[in-house]
């Protein structure tokens, strides 16, 4: 399995903003496609965001579109989520994930997860 590292979260205002950053363990970003996840507490993980292996497609929850941008640096082997205008409803651990099967865009799709990183949004 790939390794994958989260960081960036933390606490923050209604209306702010958080840089996520996900590293690599190899050459990941230019294999797979790769996307972001969260998980709040007593819910399901729930999918964020999603970006294609060669960076052309992207894809967001409905919740956090026009709020949200995945991105990714192949030089760095980096995956990035900008999150702005957050909202108390952001609240969750935030994960990446790696080695997607193609099939959907649910968790049970991808086989590779970092440990996650908790973004909470005060009000």
């Known amino acids: 399995q790939v390794q994958l590292v989260e960081s960036g979260g933390g606490l923050v205002q209604a209306g702010g903003s958080l840089r996520l950053s996900c590293a690599a363990s190899?050459?990941?970003?230019?294999?797979?496609?790769m996307g972001w996840f969260r998980q709040a507490p007593g819910k399901e993980r729930e999918f964020v965001a999603f970006?294609?292996?060669?960076?052309?497609?992207?894809a967001y929850a409905d919740s956090v579109k026009g709020r949200f941008t995945i991105s990714r640096d192949y030089a760095k082997n980096t995956l990035y989520l900008q999150m702005n205008s957050l909202k108390p409803e952001d609240t969750a651990v935030y994960y990446c994930a790696a080695e997607w099967d193609g099939s959907s865009r649910q968790p049970g799709a991808f086989s590779s997860w970092g440990q996650g990183t908790q973004v909470t949004v005060s009000s």
């Open positions: 190899e050459r990941t970003l230019s294999s797979y496609a």
């Open positions: 970006i294609s292996w060669g960076g052309a497609s992207t």
